[in-house]
């Protein structure tokens, strides 16, 4: 946008130059009626435009209407005549970019409390490379309730009863202000969590109450010193809050791993400081990397300290696997220590709400189901799995999404741009530029007045309730009783060649204690990257182990043949 252009949106919003014409015709035909000779009829257009676009102002339903007064009812037009002229349209209904109109429509349907029936059975190709679906049994179950809940924590002083899914993390500060208040609202209506984001807790989290998950990023906000360090002081003074249930470290996202960022001073509002502990107007700065650790054992030790001085609260980090090694080396920590976190959430690399650099975008961070079965596989093959709950993020907007997702391993799941779609964002991608047409991911006062935080409070709440209700179908047909019983025996996965599997056949899944099997030399390595990263990985530095070049295929095959004979011999023994 031309500089000239800039200013004249900031002095007078263009976006309303629909409603200005339209008052300038209502004045110019009245004062051309009275003193020209018009026909009075002139002014109609013009009066009509006006008074919808006076309640388009006035409505609280739709963040568009508010904020695009009169033009924003095109939208609506061109949403109505879709169906009946789809080939002039070119995004289609399963194109995702990145989520696909029918998974918002999905949203927006559960989030209004509308049917979310369709006519004329599925719109997918089911005989599609990728295609999935969950085997359904003949004598399916009857529940009683959707409301599933699991226990984060147990046997700590204070555990936690949470839901299968809930709010992932979004700053205050990315996100508006009421935009924090109608999902922290929407949690507290619906009984689920909210993470605050590593942007901590604001002002605007503890209006309404709901369950909060304070996520501690490198810039340690809301628990810093003067120079940017961890402070236990200011870190009791949040943890204590009863309002705060869970505590997570986050090591990296899915949106920019490994990356950090910056939010620039002239965003570093009063409001965003406070929450933060930082000062106003100055570049607030989230390193790469934590200051308070700088090994695996040490992570653990911060995890143990946290736990202790909030009281006993459950306690873990977040993180998006990159180097397999750094991840073996956590779980070796773990074994040393004997220090356990009481959850761990995998975010995936299609994952994230913030703005991020192009390549990390695209090509940093290992993708959702990669990582979470790499974690599980991990705590299964140690006999650690039990003792830790972990939860999923990833482009997770439907029951079946939390479904697959707990096939995969996960004890929850997360939504971050679900409940985003929820508040009324319309996949605009414009949250880095500060002018979201809907009000969700901007500190514009104007724009984010659009965003009626009462009606969007409901709305969270239905999109939850809604959710699971629909993930209750889903385990009723199944024929089970709770969504952590759904397996990857229970998911079906079409080939490319078109052949179809189950995921208990298309992917690896390890037995209890085969790690520690395998580390003996009782068994081989339940897959290639234990074999060539984990004796590499060392709880005592997140760097892996110098080693000669990774062995080739033959010495993989004579250490498998080695291991083979070992465990036969203590076997014959």
């Known amino acids: 946008m031309p500089r000239w252009l800039s200013r004249l949106n900031h002095l007078l919003p263009l976006r309303w130059a629909t409603l200005g014409l339209c008052v300038v015709w209502t004045l110019a035909g009245a004062a051309g009626a009275l003193w020209a000779g018009w026909h009075p009829l002139w002014v109609l257009p ?3 435009g006006s008074m919808l676009g006076w309640q388009d102002l ?30 002039y349209f070119i995004e289609s209904d399963n194109e995702a970019a990145p989520f696909s109109r029918q998974q918002r429509s999905l949203v927006y349907q559960r989030a209004k409390g509308q049917p979310d029936k369709r006519p004329f059975g599925t719109q997918m190709d089911v005989h599609a490379h990728g295609h999935e679906w969950i085997n359904h049994a003949i004598v399916p179950t009857q529940l009683a ?3 599933f809940r699991i226990t984060i924590g147990g046997g700590r002083a204070q555990p936690y009863r949470a839901s299968v899914f809930n709010i992932s993390a979004m700053s205050f500060g990315a996100l508006s202000a009421n935009a924090i208040q109608a999902l922290n609202g929407g949690a507290r209506k619906g009984g689920f969590m909210h993470d605050t984001g590593e942007g901590s807790i604001s002002a605007h989290h503890r209006v ?13 906000f809301g628990c810093r010193d003067a120079t940017g360090h961890f402070s236990e002081e200011r870190f009791v003074a949040n943890a204590m809050d009863p309002q705060v249930k869970l505590i997570e470290i986050k090591l990296s996202q899915g949106a920019k791993p490994g990356h950090g960022g910056v939010l620039p001073g002239p965003k570093v509002t009063a409001e965003i400081a406070a929450a933060r502990g930082v000062t106003p107007g100055q570049d607030c700065v989230s ?6 650790f700088a090994t695996p054992i040490e992570l653990l030790q911060f995890v143990d300290r946290l736990r202790q001085l909030s009281g006993g609260k459950p306690t873990g980090f977040k993180l998006c696997v990159g180097h397999p090694w750094e991840w073996f080396a956590i779980a070796k920590a773990m074994r040393q220590t004997r220090i356990l976190p009481d959850f761990i959430v995998v975010d995936g690399a299609e994952g994230g709400t913030g703005a991020a650099p192009l390549e990390f975008t695209d090509h940093v961070g290992m993708p959702l189901q990669e990582g979470l079965l790499l974690v599980h596989n991990t705590l299964v093959g140690l006999n650690l799995r039990a003792d830790i709950r972990l939860g999923a993020s990833g482009k997770i907007v439907s029951a079946f999404d939390i479904a697959r997702a707990m096939a995969l391993g996960a004890d929850w799941c997360n939504s971050a741009r679900g409940f985003m779609f929820a508040l009324g964002c319309i996949q605009a991608q414009s949250c880095h530029t500060g002018e979201c047409p809907t009000g969700v991911a901007t500190q514009d006062p104007v724009r984010q007045r659009a965003l009626v935080v009462t009606d969007k409070i409901e709305r969270v709440a239905h999109f939850h309730r809604n959710t699971l209700h629909a993930l209750q179908e889903l385990v009723q047909a199944a024929g089970l009783h709770h969504p952590n019983q759904i397996g990857p025996q229970h ?8 052949k179809v599997c189950l995921l208990t056949d298309h992917l690896r899944f390890m037995a209890p204690g085969s790690l520690l099997a395998a580390e003996r030399g009782q068994q081989p390595w339940p897959a290639e990257i234990f074999a060539r990263y984990w004796p590499r990985a060392r709880a005592d530095a997140f760097s892996p182990r110098e080693t000669t070049a990774d062995p080739t295929p033959s010495a993989r095959e004579e250490t498998q043949e080695s291991a083979t004979r070992g465990a036969a011999k203590q076997e014959t023994a």
Not at 60 to 69: D, M
Not at 287 to 292: E, L, M, R
């Open 287 to 292: 390193p790469a990397s934590h200051t308070a």
């Open 58 to 87: 006035r409505q609280q339903k739709r963040a568009i209407l508010r904020n695009y007064p009169v033009i924003g009812h095109l939208r609506y037009l061109l949403e109505f005549i879709r169906p009946e002229m789809r080939q």
């Open 208 to 220: 309404h109450g709901g369950d909060l998950v304070w996520e501690i990023g490198s810039g340690y």
């Open 46 to 48: 013009g009066l009509a």
């Open 145 to 147: 309730s959707h409301d």
């Open 491 to 498: 998911i079906m996965r079409r080939m490319e060649s078109g």
